[in-house]
């Protein structure tokens, strides 16, 4: 008589092992070499260091998005301090690539991430997220700070900190560096204080698109009611991050591996072209903080000037506050309720406001009127097959 309870029990016995088997040996199975994108067109301007993965290759074997992307990350990370290597690319000698010592900084990478789940943020992706619940992020460049401007060579009283020589961000082609001082946007504290305390806030999650060692030297310098910014975000990503896009070229924010649904997701960016065309619904387009301007106003007391820049942040925080209150009082994602605010939806809100409507009236007419915002696109019977 066969023992089916036996036969059962190794059956999932042999899956595990091949499961386990699988998965540390992943690195060794496969030719990680596919998944190395081929180097930025000599005429982009806008050259990284480091190769970028086929993420959605990476996906289709079975990586999650965010493993994916904390591989490129370490994978990046080692080709970081290696001086062989960057000499190399910086001296363009690189025609490809695929060359042993990025296919064993992959390796190591898929390593590090698959067998021994070491990830550089403690961040992990939610499944299932309540309707009201959201994370904002926060690009750190031209919208939270300010690195590249001229008034902070005048003194302390310019500029919010400075940070030594080696942690300068540097970008090549032509090779420069950033001074070393940098000033935040006014009120970032009560503003990211504020956010962290709305009903449904997941986290508060910083990109970057500087260098490791230039954002985490800026971000150790923050403090909120005395405790390091650290303490107050979900997560740090920086320039090694980015996804290559590859028509049209180009470098991005993806924030699927926040919110692979991205229903629960909002990032705040002065900068549109670095977000994915189809994640413009979840952009809130950022003006430039521009700190010289800002310092101007505030020597020759130029209220209207030093109130625009002082009054950025509370706009956003109103909006997050109000956006997650409708999703929960209506049953709707927080994105979605946060729509008429977002780059997708900014559009029709201004054009609602100079026909006459406040605000408020927009805002609800956008979220209770979407469908004349969103035609489809029609074929007459005679041309369906």
């Not at 595990?16 to 301007?45: G, H, Q, R, T």
């Not at 405790?227 to 991005?252: C, G, M, Q, W």
């Not at 926040?258 to 619904?281: A, G, S, Y």
Request: glycine share 2%; proline share 4%; hydrophobic share 35%.
């Amino acid at each position: 008589m066969i023992n089916f309870k036996k036969l059962f029990l190794n059956f999932t016995i042999s899956l595990f092992f091949i499961s386990f088997i699988s998965n540390v040996s992943i690195a060794k199975e496969i030719d990680v070499s596919k998944y190395i994108l081929e180097p930025m067109p000599s005429w982009y301007n806008e050259r990284y260091y480091n190769p970028h993965l086929d993420i959605n290759l990476m996906i289709k074997d079975g990586f999650t998005r965010y493993e994916a992307l904390e591989i490129q990350n370490q994978m990046k990370d080692i080709l970081d301090n290696d001086k062989e290597f960057l000499e190399m690319e910086e001296n363009s000698r690189l025609n490809d690539y695929k060359i042993e010592k990025v296919i064993s900084s992959l390796n190591q990478a898929i390593k590090n991430v698959k067998e021994n789940r070491k990830f550089e943020n403690n961040f992990k992706p939610e499944k299932n997220l309540k309707n009201y619940e959201f994370y904002v992020v926060f690009d750190m460049d031209e919208t939270l700070l300010v690195q590249w401007y001229k008034m902070g060579e005048k003194g302390s009283k310019y500029y919010t900190s400075k940070v030594s020589q080696n942690c300068l961000d540097n970008i090549i082609k032509p090779k420069i560096e950033g001074p070393n001082y940098f000033l935040m946007i006014p009120k970032w504290e009560e503003a990211f204080d504020k956010i962290y305390k709305i009903p449904g806030n997941k986290g508060i999650i910083l990109f970057s698109a500087k260098l490791d060692i230039a954002t985490h030297c800026i971000i150790d310098k923050l403090k909120i009611k005395g405790k390091p910014l650290k303490d107050h975000v979900k997560a740090i990503f920086t320039r090694n991050y980015l996804i290559r896009e590859v028509e049209p070229t180009k470098l991005s924010k993806d924030l699927r591996m926040i919110d692979e649904t991205l229903e629960h997701v909002i990032i705040i960016d002065d900068n549109p072209t670095r977000i994915l065309e189809k994640q413009k619904r979840n952009l809130r387009k950022f003006p430039k903080y521009n700190a010289d301007e800002y310092l101007l106003s505030k020597d020759k007391n130029n209220q209207k000037v030093k109130k625009y820049f002082e009054n950025l942040l509370d706009v956003i925080v109103d909006e997050i506050q109000e956006s997650a209150e409708y999703a929960r009082k209506n049953n709707v994602s927080f994105v979605e309720a946060y729509f008429p605010y977002s780059d997708d939806g900014s559009d029709e809100l201004i054009m609602l406001q100079k026909q006459g409507m406040t605000l408020n009236q927009a805002v609800d007419f956008i979220r209770n009127n979407r469908k004349i915002f969103e035609p489809e696109f029609y074929v007459p019977a005679e041309h369906k097959k």
